[in-house]
Nanobody, 123 residues
Framework: QLQLVQSGGGLGQAGGSLVLSCAASSRTFAMAWFRQAPGKEREFVAALNWNGGRNEYASSVKGRFVIQKDTKNTLFLYMNVLKLEDTAVYFC????????????????????WGQGTQVNVSS
């Protein structure tokens, strides 16, 4: 069974940068980042299609965050120009197998989840 282990995050300043990592125990297909702020539902942040060739971002992070996957099955989220509203627990997610070439932005479409990483942005 695929395991996803997250690292990175922590405390960042508004306008600054942070990086999140998500190491997979085996080959991955479509992957994504979601986040959940206190008192709010989990929301989509960014995603890659099955081969990592295409991406999609939530409007709230587009132009500031970058999602990438390396050849060693590690997913990254480069978070730039941080805002206070980026404060949340961030989760990486992966699909069990390639379904099609779509980009999936709903949590229900993912089979495996990381443990979550807290990101706090201060002014």
């Amino acid at each position: 069974q695929l395991q996803l282990v997250q690292s990175g995050g922590g405390l960042g300043q508004a306008g600054g940068s942070l990086v999140l990592s998500c190491a997979a125990s085996s080959r991955t297909f479509a992957m994504a980042w979601f986040r959940q702020a206190p008192g709010k539902e989990r929301e989509f942040v960014a995603a890659l299609n099955w081969n990592g060739g295409r991406n999609e971002y939530a409007s709230s992070v587009k132009g500031r965050f970058v999602i990438q996957k390396d050849t060693k099955n590690t997913l990254f989220l480069y978070m730039n120009v941080l805002k206070l509203e980026d404060t949340a627990v961030y989760f990486c997610a992966a699909q069990r197998a390639p379904i099609n070439d779509n980009i999936f932005t709903y949590a229900k479409d993912y089979d495996y989840w990381g443990q979550g990483t807290q990101v706090n942005v201060s002014s």
